[in-house]
């Protein structure tokens, strides 16, 4: 069964940045989508960023700009380096990996709270 192991949340100012990595492992191969979504209180759960095996790019209209997904696929790793943080960036951050079937994983979350 394949397994996601989120890593880098923390408390941060405004303005500051944060590197978040993620890495599937127990999968076969390399899953065509990985990428981010987070859920706030009293908000409903948003994709934050999406990246494809082959580095198509998709962003939330509230983080173009700030934020920057990559991967390595030789390692099934996907990272989100956040820029420019604002408090209403503050969630609870998942991460996913998708395979071309259309299996998709979960990781089980990792606290990101800005604040001043």
């Known amino acids: 069964q394949v397994q996601l192991v989120e890593s880098g949340g923390g408390l941060v100012q405004p303005g500051g940045s944060l590197r978040l990595s993620c890495a599937a492992s127990?999968?076969?191969?390399?899953?065509?989508?990985m990428g981010w979504s987070r859920q706030a209180p009293g908000k409903q759960r948003e994709l934050v960023a999406t990246?494809?095996?082959?580095?198509?790019?998709n962003y939330a209209d509230s983080v173009k700009g700030r934020f920057t997904i990559s991967r390595d696929n030789a390692k099934n790793t996907v990272y989100l380096q956040m820029n420019s943080l604002k408090p209403e960036d503050t969630a609870v951050y998942y991460c996913?990996?998708?395979?071309?079937?259309?299996?998709?994983?979960w990781g089980q979350g990792t606290q990101v709270t800005v604040s001043s």
């Open positions: 127990g999968s076969s191969g390399s899953m065509y989508a």
């Open positions: 996913y990996a998708q395979k071309l079937v259309g299996s998709t994983y």
């Open positions: 990246i494809t095996r082959g580095g198509n790019l």
